[in-house]
C-alpha cells in the first residue's frame, strides 16, 4: 500500500510536466515577441531623434538661416517621435499586463500544487492512520485466536484426561 501511495506521488508530476514546459515554453516566446516588438520601437525612436537633431542643423534659409519649411521638417519629426513614443507606451503597457499575468498564472499554478501537495499529504496521513488502527486490530486479534487456540488446546488435553480417567475406571471395574 504504502509502495503504491509512493510510486503514484512520483509519477503525478511525471504525467502533468510535459503540458506544463509546453505552456511555459509557449508563454516565453510571446513575450519575447513582445520585447522585441517594443526594442525596435525604441530603435526607432533612436533613430528618429538622430533625424531630428540633423533637422536642426540644416539650415537652407538664406545667410544660413532657417526657414519655415527647415522648423516644419523639424516639428514633423518631433510629431513622428511622439507617436513612436504613444506606441513605445501601448506596447509595454501590453508588455507588464502579459508579464503580470503571467506572474498571476505562476502564483495561481502554485497554489494549486501547493494545495494539491497538502492534499496528498493529508491523503497520506489518513491512510496512514487507518493502517495502524487496522494493524492494531489484527494485532488484537492475533491475540484472540491464540487465546481461543490456548482454550481449545486445554479443553482437548482436559478431554484427552478425563477420556483416558474414564476408560481406565471402566476397566478397572471390569476386572
Not at 118 to 133: C, D, G, H, P, V
Amino acid at each position: 500500500m504504502k509502495k503504491l501511495l509512493i510510486l503514484l506521488m512520483l509519477l503525478l508530476p511525471v504525467l502533468f510536466l510535459p503540458a506544463a514546459t509546453f505552456a511555459q515554453q509557449t508563454d516565453s516566446l510571446a513575450y519575447q515577441m513582445q520585447r522585441k516588438k517594443v526594442n525596435g520601437l525604441l530603435t526607432q525612436r533612436t533613430a528618429r531623434f538622430n533625424q531630428y537633431f540633423e533637422s536642426l542643423d540644416m539650415h537652407t534659409g538664406i545667410f544660413g538661416l532657417q526657414t519655415k519649411k527647415d522648423i516644419r521638417r523639424s516639428n514633423d519629426i518631433l510629431m513622428d517621435i511622439v507617436k513612436t513614443d504613444n506606441a513605445v507606451f501601448k506596447e509595454l503597457k501590453i508588455l507588464l499586463d502579459y508579464r503580470t499575468t503571467v506572474q498571476t498564472e505562476v502564483l495561481g499554478r502554485s497554489q494549486e500544487s501547493e494545495n494539491r501537495n497538502l492534499s496528498f499529504m493529508n491523503t497520506i496521513n489518513k491512510l496512514r492512520s487507518q493502517t495502524e488502527k487496522l494493524q492494531a486490530e489484527a494485532a488484537e486479534n492475533n491475540k484472540e485466536v491464540a487465546h481461543f487456540k490456548n482454550l481449545l488446546i486445554l479443553a482437548f488435553v482436559l478431554i484427552l484426561v478425563l477420556l483416558f480417567l474414564f476408560i481406565r475406571i471402566k476397566s478397572t471395574k471390569a476386572q
